[in-house]
């Protein structure tokens, strides 16, 4: 606890140092970092809004593709038999894309921001090319693999531009205009998934935005390099590729037995199964002591660790992510089969979340703005409102009862969650010179990647157990012969008609199942209030971080 007051104290003083600091270049800084307080030193005004315009049509095309692909991930595993592996697919993606934000954040300090955005691009691009082309399972998996990392690196790299160019006191504003085209593409993804569905096919879907991405990300790329000199080539690339094997596989080989033993004939007992959970603990001890004992460049930053405020703000958002994917992984499934909605009312029920908490990002930039804190936000507001909200799912999501209830829980969550989104990111870069924001935004990125890959595998484990189980004992004698159909495609489920003996059955199972992901889900959130308790009470107003020409 000493040592935690001491690195908040010198955090503290260092950043306190800077807020008089003048406009010139950090000599102590990586060479990446330099370079983008040269540009934002040189740029023009005109240039950073049209920056920003082209960020926000970047995020636009990002987001309509993400929710198109979430509405059709139901049907792309369904299509292979395999509808209970819809959140098992996430986990190992997940995990990687995470585990791959600290080395990309040296990529991003050493060789500079616009090649590292170029690169997530390109394994984006690559991933929708292959689920375009995807006709097993397995390869779709790999897909999602490159996809994730592709994905989740550029819009961290954008997280990056905008904690460069923005002051710390408008930085909550920045992110809401970041993240505002959601509440345009949220009511797309489900139409558009819909249209690809009955008309020319899952291929066309991926497919079309393989090309619209690309040609859409070049123009920023074009201006980052034209404002932007190439790192000097004696700066080296340096980091710990040995500890980035060992903590992928580890997390991997440990995670994925609860998500595939219920394949195997002999469950826990299946050779396969403990054989990777032997190789996945044994690659998490290595990976812990190479890290203490061997590592010439540290994989986990422990000096930033060790800072309260940085290590509340990172387990807060694992804690958010383990929680909104046990509840939401089978939840598009759930309003198609129990409440009998089509796929587009249903991602609009779903995307509630993402068009709530994009709005309520406003009000909470601005309260950042006039106050100069955010701790209170989260405290008083942000984390009671999301344990009421998912709480009150427990009673609501079932047969039965009005939609509109759910709404109201899903507008509460989604309040909520933008509050803890946009304060949970000032708390880990509040705290940080410039120099080491792109790596505790990796930090906190990692954290809620393993989180998701967490919560995605509990909840996968809670579908194969209780509702293959409930299914089985559910469904009329005269259907039971058709249970792999029902159980493995999300199409069979739908396909029995509302009130007959089977569909009631398939409910009640979907029911009793997701009753247990939302208590699960409200259970972790209580862990949030510690996470938030041990948050310094900032007065962002008292820190400059950025150079130059910024918002």
């Known amino acids: 606890m000493a040592r935690s007051r001491a690195t908040d104290s010198s955090v503290s003083r260092r950043n306190r140092s800077s807020y008089q600091d ?65 959140a098992s697919v996430h986990v190992m993606a997940s995990l990687i894309g ?72 408008n930085r909550g504003l920045v992110i809401a205009f970041a993240l505002s085209p959601n509440i345009i593409t949220a009511w797309l993804g489900g139409p558009i998934g819909k249209a690809i569905l009955t008309g020319p096919g899952l291929a066309w879907g991926f497919g079309m935005f393989a090309i619209i991405i690309p040609v859409i990300t070049v123009p920023l790329f074009g201006i980052f390099m034209y404002n932007y000199h190439r790192a000097k080539k004696q700066d080296l690339l340096v980091f710990d590729i040995i500890g980035v094997l060992l903590v992928i596989s580890g997390f991997v080989l440990f995670l994925l037995p609860f998500n595939l033993y219920h394949e195997q004939p002999e469950a826990w007992g299946s050779p396969l199964i403990i054989v990777m959970l032997i190789i996945g ?30 290590l509340g703000a990172c387990t807060l958002g694992a804690v958010i992510f383990i929680s909104h994917n046990l509840r939401d992984s089978y939840y598009i499934s759930f309003l198609q089969v129990v409440n009998d909605l089509d796929l587009t009312t249903a991602t609009y029920i779903t995307n509630i979340y993402s068009v709530g908490a994009c709005i309520w990002c406003i009000p909470v930039g601005i309260s950042i703005r006039l106050s100069g804190r955010f701790r209170w936000l989260a405290w008083y507001f942000g984390v009671p409102l999301t344990i009421l909200g998912v709480g009150l799912m427990v009673h609501f999501a079932q047969p039965g009862v009005s939609i509109g209830y759910v709404v109201m829980c899903q507008i509460m969550i989604a309040f909520a969650g933008g509050t803890l989104g946009v304060c949970e990111e000032m708390a880990v870069m509040a705290v940080v010179e410039h120099q080491h924001l792109a790596v505790v935004l990796a930090i906190g990125g990692m954290f809620a990647s393993v989180g998701g890959a967490i919560g995605a595998t509990a909840a996968a484990a809670i579908w194969q157990n209780v ?6 004992d559910y469904l009329p004698a005269d259907t039971k012969s058709n249970f792999a159909a029902i159980y493995g495609a999300l199409e069979v489920q739908r396909s029995y008609p509302m009130g007959s003996a089977a569909r009631d059955a398939i409910i009640r199972a979907y029911t009793d199942t997701q009753r247990v992901m939302l208590i699960a889900s409200t259970a972790v959130l209580v862990s949030a209030v510690v996470c938030v308790a041990v948050w310094k009470d900032l007065r962002v107003k008292d820190f400059k971080q950025t150079k130059g020409n910024v918002v």
């Not at 082209?54 to 987001?63: G, H, P, Q, R, T």
């Not at 500079?112 to 689920?131: D, N, S």
């Not at 509702?467 to 089985?472: A, D, E, I, N, P």
Request: charged share 15%; with cysteine.
């Open 467 to 472: 509702f293959s189980k409930r299914l089985m």
């Open 98 to 169: 995470g585990l791959m934000k600290l080395p990309l954040a040296k990529v991003l300090d050493i060789w500079g921001r616009p090649h590292g955005y170029a690169f997530c691009v390109g394994l984006l691009t690559t991933g929708l090319v292959m689920m375009a082309a995807c006709n097993n399972l397995a390869l779709y998996i790999a897909a999602q693999v490159f996809y994730s990392i592709g994905y989740g690196g550029l819009l961290y790299t954008l997280n990056i531009f905008i904690a460069d160019t923005s002051a710390l006191e």
């Open 281 to 310: 603990s044994a690659l998490s001890i290595a990976f812990a002591l190479w890290e203490k004992f061997f590592a010439p460049v540290k994989y986990l930053p422990w000096d930033l660790l060790a800072n309260r405020t940085i």
């Open 22 to 86: 003048d406009d010139t270049i950090s000599q102590d800084a990586p060479a990446g970092v330099q370079k983008i307080e040269a540009t934002t030193t040189a740029w023009s005004r005109e240039t950073l809004v049209a920056s920003y315009a082209l960020m926000w049509l970047i995020y636009f095309a990002n987001n309509t593709q993400q929710g198109m692909s979430l509405a059709l991930a139901p049907y792309v595993t369904g299509r292979f038999g395999k509808h209970s592996f819809t």
